[in-house]
C-alpha cells in the first residue's frame, strides 16, 4: 500500500491502535440479524426435505398396498 491507502488505513485506526468507528450495539443487530436470516432459512430447507421424506414414503405405502 502506498499514497492515501496508508492514509487512509492509518487514519482509520485512533494512537491506542483501536478503530475509531467500532459500535458494539450495531454489530450485535447486525449479528442478530444474520443468524435469525440464515437460521429461519436453515429450518425452511430441513422443513422442506423432511416434507419430501414423507411424501415419499407415503407414496410408497400406497404403491405398496396397492390402492395406487
Known amino acids: ?3 492515501k491507502a496508508v ?3 492509518a487514519q482509520m485506526f485512533t494512537t491506542t491502535g483501536q478503530a ?3 459500535s458494539i450495539v ?3 443487530v447486525i449479528g442478530a440479524g444474520l443468524g435469525t436470516a440464515l437460521g429461519f432459512w436453515w429450518q425452511t430447507y430441513h422443513w ?7 411424501n415419499y414414503y ?5 404403491k405398496r398396498t396397492g390402492q395406487a
Open 58 to 62: 407415503s407414496a410408497l405405502e400406497l
Open 48 to 54: 422442506d426435505q423432511a416434507k419430501k421424506w414423507q
Open 26 to 28: 450495531k454489530e450485535i
Open 7 to 9: 492514509i487512509k488505513a
Open 1 to 3: 500500500m502506498s499514497g
Open 20 to 22: 475509531s468507528r467500532t
